[in-house]
């Protein structure tokens, strides 16, 4: 029974390992080989929910690509609250050329979350290995 607890240990450490270091090749990919941008953060359209501001809490940045089209896309969540844009703000972001929608912005990308799944999935991965070794 124990080794069944292992490797089902072993396996969801891997996939989380595996996560984050996703996340981690996109954010080098789009650092690498993806064109820059100035964007805009906009409040996005649609009605005001009752936070005091009036405003959904919702942005939406827009960007101008290097043909002259302009994105109008969701800003990706913000991690922590004292970073999370401001309607008007500039905002800098690497984008796909190949895939405009694949964004990443400035200062929220995420790579302690990445860095988190990346150790706990390791340590996933060493705990079901040595319930694994000791229970033989």
């Known amino acids: ?34 064109l820059t941008a100035w964007a805009v953060a906009v409040p996005a359209p649609g009605p005001p929910d009752k936070s005091p501001s009036g405003s959904s809490g919702r942005v939406h940045i827009q960007y101008m690509l290097a043909d002259g089209r302009v994105i109008d896309r ?10 999370s844009l401001q309607p008007g703000q500039k905002v800098l972001v690497w984008y796909d050329p190949k895939d405009p929608d694949d964004v990443l912005v400035y200062g929220q990308w995420g790579r302690t979350g990445d860095r988190v799944f990346v150790a706990a999935g390791a340590l996933f991965v060493l705990v079901g290995a040595g319930i694994a070794i000791l229970s033989h």
Do not use: Y
């Not at 124990?2 to 396996?11: F, N, Q, S």
């Not at 969701?74 to 970073?83: E, G, I, W, Y």
């Open 1 to 34: 029974m124990l080794i069944v607890i292992a490797i089902w240990l072993a396996l969801a450490g891997g996939l989380a390992a595996l996560a984050g270091l996703a996340g981690m090749r996109r954010i080098r990919r789009l650092r690498r080989d993806g």
């Open 74 to 83: 969701l800003a990706p969540a913000q991690s922590r609250k004292t970073v």
